[in-house]
């Protein structure tokens, strides 16, 4: 493919400008007139902003695809010695596709809300934080500089945090949304540093600009303790800190699953479709960093890899509906990680546009079978319902598309992009592809059959949940709910089909397309019939995954317990999701608690500033007491106190002459 | 023969009498009037200096100060029937919810 | 003795008889109607000063319109109460310490600012009337226009302001 060279304008341009601030704008006026003014009317603003932002983006993609590329700074906002930040706004192929999809699916999910959102105390609250969740996730997607990436990074957790914690009265909503902020910083952490390295070697934050100067850094090192250590090795493993804690990579997976506590249209665009995706984006936008270390590619691969494995084995011991949606989501990055970290960037972003919407569908299934399970002790559970195909038609075939999407049965979205990151894998020129393309295989089929799993035990065999909805049958949701779905399940098919690979006859266009502006590494396919073979195997994968969950869950229900009776260790450990929020909470919550208690709390606080801020009370306290019988609360006594505070003005004017 | 120090003396009293009123009363609707007598006072002290040293901008002064002193009525008494509708009170001792 | 003179004194006696009966009387209503007398004497007390328009604005203003205002305000509360109790604060005497202190005080720099201004009991009136409303008007519309405008909103606040403090609360609406 020959590089198209674009036509870059710099100059400032109203449509890209208002993609991102419209949601912004119509987010601050429902937050402050929400409560007493809009009500029930607060999504009016948030779904027409969003609306006209979708049109907006499709209309700056179109032009992308005609050609031209916006890159200009709306105004500078730090200026510290050479340092200069602008807040500026990059239009190129990544951006504008990762621009339509945000507003797509965000739009849709706003329309879907209204549905599920319906009579919630808080709903102006959620249109609010919702559309300001938009707001961030664009400035972070068009921003042309580490910093303002940085700021919509932080912003997106913000809004990600209130989001989970929406129903703060529960105490385990305000539980995850602090763990899922706490788990974040950890990864911001070191995305700051790596921001700070970045500028410290390269003198700039602009994307263009940092690219232009890498190869200053080719064979840059830096000594720590004692090793030597390659810069862009560093600055690589820094930036993809925050990219793990963002996009849930291991370590620092565990905030995903329990950010489930939110409300389900907030799982399916922020923590399925959107802001776990901001990880795969950054190190695509970076792409050009991360191939110059080989070490950081295989760190993403593996990562990416280990998380796939780890949570795709988690999963089907789950019995929360949305909790299995969150871990599948979770091995779905680790794909998208695994397509980066073997040097096939643009298969990466091609699984994200197609997951973001074959992952959102599930979600919002999910949420349409929570919404008529509402009733239920605890609704999210799978083990309740079963037999919902008869309630509910439309939300069981959009959910079965979207779970043979993930599965990735030919012809829809999932098998395209999931058989591309595979295809990429066996013949990347990195050693490790061999190894990433076997995981991601096994992987494959472990998909289908958790996934399936969750879709049998929901939509198939007996309703078991009459007792606990006092014999009140299911039924479908509303139509504002339902048109979404049925609008994003054609997302969820024909996603993929921008991308066809070339084996199969199509051009992979979309990868092309991207490839203009990401990195990618040269990966020569030998042969078609190989091609095949690879694809078959694929596709094998899934429909073994399928069948077994068919086997167990319809057919042989009483083989539903035999893993979890045979293997009771191993069965504990994989429901314990391996230990990890035990470890974590031994290594670091319990140690912190107890140093708070003991140090700070006995010594610090209670010998020094316990008597200093005391003393500093008391003698506030004396005083107060002394004045309170000047206070006396009647208007003649201040009336009084005018005048005498005039003669004494009058005395002193009398005497000085 | 009248001169300016007429008008200024009684100006002075004009307004000891209403700061008279306005410290001791205990109604709040003759405090507002007892301002009004204060105001009263600064007019005639502003259209004497005006009228005696031959400069316009007394009378303009006092035809603002007369502006003000319609619109401090205004607010004032509303916040006396205001008072008066919640509390059923508008004696100045007996309000007395701010006392320390 | 001219007649402006006497017109003085006659105004001048009267403006303090009535403000003090103003101060001091037991019924409201009384009070704001000797507030009236005081205000329109103080009209004629402006044309003496030589602004006739003046006078007509303190007669329209305030007699027709504050007082009135004072005296709906008055009729709209029940303030029969009044005359069974005292009129003045508790402590009277420790209040009247400060008030004469402040009199006192009042009237020694009074003097002090003559003895050092001797020529303001020269001053003498020139009969300027001619030109008054043409003069007042030019002041009005060009050197103070800015200020004249200021007026004209802070009067439009005050008519919000006062619709705003008498709405019904939330609690009133409900109870």
Redo the contacts between chains.
């Keep these: 493919m020959v590089e198209k060279s674009f036509l870059v304008i710099t100059e400032f341009d109203l449509s890209v400008f208002l993609v991102p601030i419209l949601p912004f704008v119509a987010s601050i006026i429902t937050l402050i007139f929400g409560k007493s003014y809009f009500k029930d009317k607060s999504h009016y603003l948030p779904v027409l902003s969003l609306f006209l932002s979708f049109l907006l983006s499709l209309k700056v993609l179109y032009e992308v695809l005609q050609g031209k590329v916006y890159n200009f700074d709306l105004y500078t906002w730090v200026i510290a010695g050479s340092f200069s930040v602008g807040l500026g706004f990059q239009v190129d192929p990544l951006s504008a596709m990762m621009c339509a999809m945000v507003t797509s699916l965000a739009f849709l999910i706003h329309v879907y809300s209204i549905g599920y959102m319906h009579g919630d105390p808080g709903y102006y609250r959620f249109f609010s934080y919702i559309s300001l969740f938009t707001f961030s996730m664009l400035m972070l997607v068009l921003s042309n500089n580490l910093v303002q990436l940085y700021l919509g990074w932080e912003l997106v957790g913000l809004c990600s945090y209130f989001l989970i914690g929406f129903w703060y009265e529960k105490k385990s909503a305000a539980n995850a949304a602090i763990k899922a902020f706490v788990v974040n910083r950890i990864g911001d952490f070191g995305f700051g540093l790596g921001i700070f390295m970045v500028f410290y070697f390269l003198g700039t934050v602009y994307y263009q600009e940092i690219f232009a100067r890498l190869p200053q850094i080719k064979e840059a090192y830096l000594p720590i303790l004692g090793y030597e250590i390659h810069v862009p090795f560093l600055m690589a493993f820094l930036l993809f800190c925050g990219a793990m804690g963002k996009s849930a990579q291991f370590p620092l997976h565990v905030w995903l699953p329990d950010a489930m506590e939110g409300p389900t249209p907030v799982s399916a665009l922020i923590h399925a479709a959107t802001m776990v995706t901001a990880g795969v984006f950054m190190v695509s936008r970076l792409s050009p960093l991360y191939v110059m270390s080989n070490e950081a590619m295989a760190l993403v691969a593996f990562v990416g890899a280990f998380t796939c494995f780890l949570a795709a084995t988690i999963a089907p011991t789950q019995f929360d509906i949305k909790r299995v949606i969150a871990y599948s989501t979770l091995s779905q990055l680790g794909y998208m990680f695994m397509a980066c970290g073997v040097g096939a960037f643009s298969a990466g972003m091609f699984h994200l546009f197609t997951h973001a919407y074959f992952k959102a569908l599930l979600f919002l299934g999910a949420g349409s079978v929570i919404h008529a399970m509402h009733h239920a002790p605890d609704p999210n559970d799978i083990r309740y319902m079963g037999g919902l195909k008869r309630y509910m038609p439309i939300t069981y075939v959009t959910m079965l598309i979207a779970s043979l999407s993930i599965s990735g049965i030919p012809g829809l979205a999932g098998f395209f992009s999931k058989d591309e990151i595979l295809a990429m894998a066996f013949f990347s020129p990195y050693p490790w592809g061999k190894i990433i393309w076997a995981i991601g295989l096994f992987v494959a089929s472990l998909t289908a059959f958790y996934t399936f799993r969750v879709f049998f035990k929901a939509f198939h065999g007996e309703f078991r949940g009459l007792v606990v909805l006092h014999g009140k049958e299911p039924h479908e949701s509303p139509k504002v709910m339902t048109i979404p779905l049925i609008l994003i399940a054609v997302g969820a098919i024909f996603s993929g089909w921008l991308g066809i690979p070339e084996a199969l006859g199509g051009g992979a266009n979309f990868q092309r397309f991207l490839e203009q502006v990401v990195y990618h590494t040269e990966i020569t396919i030998p042969n078609h019939s190989l091609e095949y073979t690879l694809m078959v195997l694929s596709v094998l994968a899934g429909l073994i995954g399928i069948s077994v969950a068919y086997i167990i869950y319809v057919k042989r229900p009483n083989l539903e317990r035999l893993f979890s009776a045979n293997f009771r260790s191993l069965y504990q450990f994989l429901y314990r999701k391996w230990y990890f929020d035990e470890i974590y909470h031994y290594m670091f919550v319990v140690p912190t608690f107890f140093l708070a208690r003991t140090v700070v709390n006995l010594i610090l606080d209670t010998f020094i500033i316990d008597h200093t801020v005391n003393g500093a009370a008391k003698t506030t306290l004396s005083f107060g007491t002394l004045l309170r019988k000047v206070h006396v609360g009647i208007v003649n006594y201040y009336l009084i106190s005018i005048v005498i505070g005039l003669i004494i003005y009058f005395a002193i004017l009398y005497y000085l002459y | 023969m009248v001169s300016l120090l007429f008008y200024l003396y009684l100006s002075i009293i004009l307004f000891l009498i209403g700061l008279f009123g306005f410290v001791f009363r205990r109604n709040l609707i003759i405090l507002l009037a007892s301002v009004e007598i204060m105001m009263n006072a600064l007019i005639i002290f502003f259209a004497s200096i005006s009228h005696f040293r031959h400069d316009a901008t007394g009378y303009i002064i006092v035809f603002f100060i007369i502006a003000m002193a319609a619109a401090e009525a205004a607010v004032g008494l509303s916040l006396v029937v205001g008072l008066y509708k919640r509390l059923k009170n508008i004696y100045t001792e007996e309000l007395n919810l701010f006392r320390g | 003795m001219t007649g ?2 006497l017109a ?2 006659y105004l ?1 006696l009267m ?2 008889l009535s ?2 009966f ?3 009387s037991r019924n ?1 209503v009384h ?2 109607l000797s ?1 009236l007398v ?2 329109l004497h ?1 009209a004629f ?2 044309y003496l ?3 006739e ?2 006078t007509a ?2 007669i329209i ?2 007699a027709g ?2 007082v009135v ?2 005296l709906f ?2 009729y ?2 029940n ?1 029969s109460a ?1 005359q069974r ?6 402590k ?1 005497s420790l ?1 009247m310490i ?2 004469l ?3 006192f ?6 003097g ?1 600012i ?1 003895a ?1 201004n001797p020529q ?7 009969d ?1 009337s001619a030109n008054h409303l043409k ?2 008007a030019r ?2 519309f060009m050197e ?1 226009l800015f ?1 004249f405008e200021l ?1 004209g909103i ?2 439009l606040v ?2 919000l ?2 619709v705003f ?2 709405r019904k ?1 939330k609690e009133e609406k409900s109870g």
Excluded: C, H
């Design positions: 402006n003179d003085f004194f001048a403006m303090i403000s003090l103003t101060v001091v409201p009070a704001i507030l005081l205000v103080q007390m402006l000063l030589g602004s328009f003046l604005v303190q203003v305030y319109a504050v205002l004072f305000v008055v709209l509360i303030l009044e109790f005292r009129v003045f604060v508790k009277t209040f400060f008030f202190l402040f009199v005080f009042f009237f020694k720099n009074f002090l003559l050092l303001l009991q020269s001053l003498l009136p020139i300027s003069m007042l002041y009005l103070y200020q007026i802070i009067l005050v008519v302001g006062s403090l008498l609360l």
